[in-house]
């Protein structure tokens, strides 16, 4: 039986949830922005920062931060896939 990378396995999974979860996103990122107040729409740079100012219109600066939180795990280790060459 093979040896089993868990590592690589776990980034590759985060890669993946990255594609479903970020990259699906931005064709609808000016439907977010236009969603958005004009101050928040101002902020936002890509598909993440969207996700952010939508979450902190809805809720709070605070609460969006803290329900993203685990999406931004999910982007640090698509980085760190891609910084491995895969």
Do not use: C, W
């Not at 609460?63 to 698509?78: I, K, T």
Request: charged letters at 30%; glycine letters at 6%; zero cysteines.
């Amino acid at each position: 039986m093979p040896a089993r990378n868990d590592q690589d396995q776990l980034v590759d999974s985060m890669v993946a949830l990255n594609k479903v979860l970020f990259e699906r996103m931005e064709a609808h990122l000016e439907d977010i922005k236009d969603y958005l107040p004009e101050n928040r729409a101002n902020e936002v740079n890509g598909t993440k920062s969207a996700l952010y100012e939508l979450a902190a219109y809805l809720f709070n600066d605070n609460e969006a931060g803290e329900l993203l939180d685990p999406l931004n795990a999910v982007y640090g280790l698509r980085q760190h896939g891609a910084h491995r060459g895969k």
